[in-house]
């Protein structure tokens, strides 16, 4: 070596060439409404309680938003309100350990921050521990820190003792399993197989668990594997046509095959047999989903309300009496003036309010013997109603469904508003808050019209360049199109992928319809034979989706007025529902109109509900009162001898704002609306009642009643309930619904999602959970009583993901964008002291998206990523790389290597990390001396884009407007110009 090359600096980096994966990401399960209290009590004065509660509220709000930096300072300001307090030591380590996860601190772009945070949830753990040594979770988090320091044996020895603590929890056992793995250890991966076995014990039905021990079974030549193999036939049904389709193998014959090589112990292919089984099954989103009910993520354990110690020295001064004792206000209620009526339609048989057009105010569908017609509001003061558009339908129709069905994110008009959002005057400034979003993806309201003669889905496709919409007619399966007398329809995600299915009830039985998620061509398909459904006779007309056992699995609510013994479908998932019977003291469920959530009960945890109907007594319903079920009588003594009839009905809404809904009732006939038992409206010129809405249709903050009649809807306005305070809160889910996300989707409008308020200021509700909303539509109303603000929204998505928005204002519209935690494949990599995060990988490894029927998107099957010297250390003579599926991924790996190049310090080099095909992403390296950034971008529509392109600074540039399938867009290019190029010799983009 000549002395002039060894003067020169050098650097080192390595290329670690990765073959064949698929995308994936994290995701962790919040529970809808947390219920944990333990502790001990502290003293503090009134103001400091207040405090307190503030700062617990924040806290765990920054926590669910992924803000755990700033979480552990506000538990640590707590702590010291409430040093003994178990809350707080539980909550701060969750938070501190959280905060130098992959997920928190960012070490190779700031160390300092990370050792600062490691140092501090080590001493969080360790108070933790010393504190409450039996608590599983503490050990958990012990393992979550060692895993930094890439001692195994020691984080399989905490997770052990965590899962002995929780008495064999199958969280615990399936971390043991996981934590097993990574160490390359014959005696550890033993533990691990010995606590999966034991979390399928316990999990009969879990594809996650068993798809993973059939794999060990089979190397470990178990004869007890035919067991699992028989399980995995019983379960696997729902995905076998699926699997024939999209890889050409049968899976029930693959089972069946397995079993019987087992009994000839041809353990060769056995072990094939299991791996390509397990390889099948773990991309489906259904085992996905069962990981979450295995693998829970550290928020899972986050403590939600202090200790009831302290919550009774301290209850008095959590109390402020301004909120609880609100004032009454007065409220009264009077047909709005005719420049804001709609017009008189002959024949009304159903109406729907919804924002139809996304223009953030709310419109009025209604249906009409033989016809639709979408009233939208216009700016013109003398008349506010204007035709947005109308659709004939068979006359035999004659209800309505709104809500979106196609996910048509792509057609939303650029100016769009969710609703009550007002648009703010040049120059003034506005409070940012925590978690709320200025503008939110959104997509239309569709319709689903039925009745005797069927149901008809009705598109609503909007025109960008006429600013126009109409009513679009999509044809279905013959199967759905077969449909006959239509008693009711419930939307709602009954196999959790992201969009909303049909759960569809007839005079001949019920049937389950699966959204298949292709946009402009949405159809729905019958998978009624994966359930077991109620009686073909049972002639439900009240639906009601909702988590009824609070398991993350929406199940359905099930009654009617023939319905004598009503029941619900329990989700058992996989798109699998159960027929339950209710027992005989829930029977005034039975024989209802309409069924309602009223609030959350606290002890036990469980929903309290409305049904209207007759007077109990006079069908001997039960009147257990330790059932929570609350029965509204329509008809009292003024009305002997009338019955409830399909006609009439009960809807809740806050008309005041204090916080609790009354029950709004219309009687069909008599020409009557009845609010609270308190006020009654019989109609000037009475007719014929057909429903009731409830909307702020003139957005002055308190919610308006539209009584319709088969003649004309009428607009019944709220005068003085906006005294009170109130919020409206509109979610949107992620749109464009990433295929490595799949099981972290939600429905756009966060349809079943939950909704919850928290503050010490709002009115109080004894025995209820505060506040909380099932969301229903587009945007769901609370009243706040005399409340100024709001410690925290908390949304939990159906996914179970909670996300809060922090301190919102009364008197406010706001809205929350759903986001979405999670990656591919991770690697780690050791730096000499210990594994660091750096990158995702397998970008161009989709194995299985599907682009069209029987379609799959090409699959690259290598990749290089560069990693630089400084962040690869040796360590006993090797370099240490660590690629982990971090819970959701399915990789694949044939071959991992680390290619070493040497270079000169003045030139940098870059390898070609593409995400596309081979063509253009062949291993390459580019040498670079002079770095120069464009001096203008713009995308395939003229758009200036190169802010968003001339850093480095996540935020990232969407070159897209339209989806066109899941994981499939429009064409688009980004063009740049990089300036004067006159001099250089050649130029790498």
């Not at 199958?170 to 034991?198: C, H, N, T, W």
Request: glycine share 6%; hydrophobic share 40%.
């Amino acid at each position: 070596m000549s002395e002039e090359r060894k003067a020169r600096p050098w650097h080192w980096v390595i290329i670690g060439l990765i073959v064949v994966g698929v995308a994936g990401f994290v995701l962790f399960r919040g529970r809808p409404i947390g219920n944990d209290k333990e502790g001990e009590p502290g003293g503090t004065s009134a103001a400091e309680t207040q405090r307190a509660i503030e700062l617990k509220n924040d806290a765990i709000a920054l926590m669910e938003n992924w803000r755990f930096d700033l979480a552990v300072e506000k538990l640590s300001e707590l702590e010291t309100l409430a040093p003994n307090e178990s809350l707080v030591r539980r909550n701060r380590a969750i938070a501190a350990v959280l905060a130098v996860s992959p997920d928190g601190i960012d070490k190779a772009r700031d160390r300092v921050a990370y050792d600062k945070g490691y140092v501090l949830a080590t001493e969080a753990v360790e108070k933790l521990l010393k504190a409450e040594p039996e608590l599983p979770i503490a050990h958990l988090l012990a393992a979550r820190l060692v895993e930094h320091q890439g001692d195994y044996q020691k984080v399989v020895e905490h997770l052990e003792q965590a899962a002995k603590l929780s008495n064999g929890a199958a969280a615990f056992e399936a971390e043991v399993y996981l934590a097993s793995q990574m160490g390359q250890d014959p005696d550890l991966e033993a533990r691990g197989i010995a606590a999966l076995k034991r979390a399928a014990h316990a999990n009969t039905d879990n594809l996650w668990v068993l798809s993973h021990l059939v794999v060990a079974q089979a190397i470990g030549k178990e004869p007890e594997m035919k067991v699992t193999l028989t399980r995995l036939r019983e379960i696997s049904q729902p995905f076998v046509a699926f699997i024939q389709q999209h890889y050409r193998v049968n899976l029930i014959d693959m089972l069946d095959k397995s079993a019987e090589a087992v009994e000839q112990q041809n353990w060769s292919l056995v072990a094939r047999n299991a791996r390509i089984i397990s390889n099948l099954l773990r991309p489906e989103i259904a085992t996905k989903l069962d990981l979450r009910k295995v693998i829970k993520h550290p928020l899972e354990y986050v403590v939600s309300d202090f200790s009831p110690e302290w919550q009774k020295q301290h209850g008095d001064a959590a109390k402020q009496t301004d909120a609880a004792s609100a004032a009454p206000i007065e409220v009264t209620f009077t047909e709005a003036d005719a420049a804001d009526q709609l017009p008189p339609l002959a024949g009304i048989r159903d109406v729907k309010i919804a924002d139809f057009d996304l223009d953030g105010r709310w419109d009025v569908i209604v249906l009409l013997n033989g016809q639709v017609i979408v009233f939208g509001q216009s700016d013109d003061p003398k008349s506010r109603w204007t035709t947005l558009c109308e659709s004939v339908v068979p006359s035999g129709l004659t209800k309505l469904v709104a809500t979106d069905l196609d996910r048509d994110s792509e057609e939303t008009p650029d100016g769009h508003k969710f609703i009550g959002q007002r648009t703010s005057p040049p120059g003034e400034k506005k409070e940012e808050l925590i978690g709320a979003a200025e503008l939110v993806e959104d997509a239309d309201i569709d319709l689903l019209v039925y009745g005797d003669d069927g149901v008809i889905f009705l598109r609503n496709d909007y025109d960008p360049a006429a600013k126009t919409r109409s009513l679009k007619t999509l044809s279905q399966e013959p199967a759905f199109e077969a449909l006959r007398s239509v008693l009711a329809i419930a939307p709602a995600d009954i196999d959790h992928d992201g969009d909303l299915d049909l759960i569809v009830s007839t005079g001949s039985g019920m049937s389950i319809w699966q959204n298949n998620d292709s946009r402009e061509h949405t159809k729905f398909a019958d998978i009624s034979s994966r359930s077991s459904l109620p009686p073909a006779d049972l002639k439900a007309t009240v639906l009601l989706p909702v988590d009824w056992n609070f398991d993350v699995q929406t199940d359905v609510l099930v009654t009617g007025l023939e319905v004598a013994k009503p029941g619900w479908l329990e989700n058992i998932s996989h798109g699998r529902l159960r027929w339950r019977e209710f027992p005989q003291n829930y029977s005034r469920l039975g024989l209802s109109c309409s069924l309602h959530l009223m609030d959350l009960r606290t002890s036990p945890l469980s929903w309290q509900l409305l049904a209207a109907g007759d007077d109990p007594s006079r069908d001997n319903l039960s009147m257990d009162p330790e059932v929570p079920v609350t029965r509204h009588v329509l008809f009292g003594e003024i009305d002997k001898g009338r019955w409830t009839g399909p006609g009439d009905g009960t809807l809740l809404a806050d008309f005041d704002n204090d916080g609790k809904r009354e029950p709004l009732s219309w009687h069909f006939g008599l020409g009557r609306f009845t609010i609270n038992d308190a006020f009654k409206l019989d109609l000037k010129n009475p007719s014929r009642m057909v429903t009731c809405g409830v909307a702020d249709f003139d957005a002055d903050g308190d919610e308006d009643v539209l009584v319709v009649t088969d003649q004309q809807p009428i607009w019944i306005r709220n005068d003085g309930g906006n005294k009170n305070g109130w919020i409206d809160i509109s979610i949107r889910a992620d749109k464009d619904r990433k295929p490595q996300r799949d099981a972290e989707r939600a429905n756009i409008h966060g349809v079943g999602s939950w909704l919850e308020l928290r503050g010490t200021a709002l009115p109080e509700l004894p025995g209820r959970k505060q506040h909380v909303r099932i969301v229903e539509g587009q945007s769901t109303h609370f009243g706040l009583g005399s409340a100024k603000q709001v410690d925290a929204a908390r949304i939990v998505w159906t996914n179970g993901v909670p996300q809060n928005i922090l301190r919102p204002r009364s008197g406010e519209a706001i809205a929350a964008q759903q986001f979405l935690k999670g990656s591919c494949p991770y690697i780690y990599t050791w730096d000499g002291e210990q594994w660091t995060f750096f990158t995702d990988c397998l970008w161009a490894a989709p194995i299985g998206l599907q682009f069209a029927e029987g379609v799959t998107a090409p699959c690259r099957e290598w990749e290089y990523l560069k990693i630089d010297g400084d962040r690869l250390r040796e360590s006993n003579g090797e370099y240490r790389v660590m690629l982990t599926e971090e819970l959701w991924e399915a990789a694949y790996f044939d071959q991992v290597r680390l290619l070493a190049v040497d270079h000169p310090a003045d030139v940098d080099f870059f390898s070609n990390e593409k995400v596309g095909p081979p063509s253009i992403s062949e291993f390459k390296l580019h040498p670079v001396r002079q770095r120069r950034s464009p001096v203008a971008a713009h995308d395939h529509r003229g758009r200036d884009v190169l802010p968003k392109l001339a850093k480095r600074d996540d935020n990232y540039l969407r070159a897209f407007d339209k989806i066109l399938q899941q994981g499939l867009t429009e064409e688009h290019f980004i063009e740049l110009d990089l300036g004067d190029l006159g001099n250089a010799k050649s130029v790498t983009l």
